[in-house]
T-cell receptor, first 114, second 113 residues
Framework: DGGITQSPKYLFRKEGQNVTLSCEQN?????MYWYRQDPGQGLRLIYY???????QKGDIAEGYSVSREKKESFPLTVTSAQKNPTAFYLC?????????????FGPGTRLTVT | EDKVVQSPLSLVVHEGDTVTLNCSYE??????LLWYKQEKKAPTFLFML????IEKKSGRLSSILDKKELFSILNITATQTGDSAVYLC?????????????FGQGTRLTINP
């Protein structure tokens, strides 16, 4: 089955700890994205990557880091520098290239930091 | 700064009604506009619009884009309780090699039986 997987579904961490969220896709998509969603708000872009070994900051990159060592994988690390990390995190991928490809979303990870 | 604004933020109607959801945008390097439906977790893709005036249709849902006035609408006719969801509008912006989606806040649609 082709798709995007995110793990874990729910994650609990203590304040001050770094945590890494997993995102894997077997759609052979070039581009991958991380979004954050807070209650009553739309999705906000954290980081995105158009090709392997390259990524760009989105609108709210502070306190987050990513890597793109393989085409299939785009892990997101929420660092202790992120002031308000509790949120729903969504990973997405698309064929990339010039235009005209919609993004497909994974099931999301709900992170709670106390 | 790129901006996408949806209205209304929340809408409650009765089953069988027709609804119109709005999305306006102010962005640089517009590529396309997309609509997603989000029920519990991951948004699912509905439509992608790139040309003005051409209606896209899927069953009871339809959408159209006006690139001159910078907005899009999503229509749902004969609504059903299964249409209850958050509807997200997103605009794809950027140039080759650096494209991204900018999302609106979403419209929470509730269909009462």
């Amino acid at each position: 089955d082709g798709g995007i997987t995110q793990s874990p579904k729910y994650l609990f961490r203590k304040e001050g700890q770094n945590v890494t969220l997993s995102c894997e896709q077997n759609l052979n998509h070039d581009a991958m994205y991380w979004y954050r969603q807070d209650p009553g708000q739309g999705l906000r872009l954290i980081y995105y990557s158009q090709i392997v070994n390259d990524f760009q900051k989105g609108d709210i990159a502070e306190g987050y880091s990513v890597s793109r060592e393989k085409k299939e994988s785009f892990p997101l690390t929420v660092t202790s520098a992120q002031k308000n990390p509790t949120a729903f995190y969504l990973c997405a991928s698309s064929k990339g290239g010039l235009n005209l490809y919609e993004q497909y979303f994974g099931p999301g990870t709900r992170l709670t930091v106390t | 700064e790129d901006k996408v604004v949806q209205s209304p933020l929340s809408l409650v109607v009765h089953e069988g009604d027709t609804v119109t959801l709005n999305c306006s945008y102010e962005v640089t390097n517009f590529r396309s506009l997309l609509w997603y439906k989000q029920e519990k977790k991951a948004p699912t893709f509905l439509f992608m619009l790139t040309s003005s005036g051409i209606e896209k249709k899927s069953g009871r849902l339809s959408s159209i884009l006006d690139k001159k006035e910078l907005f899009s609408i999503l229509n749902i006719t004969a609504t059903q309780t299964g249409d209850s969801a958050v509807y997200l509008c997103a605009v794809k912006v950027g140039i080759q090699g650096a494209q991204k989606l900018v999302f609106g806040q979403g419209t929470r649609l509730t269909i009462n039986p």
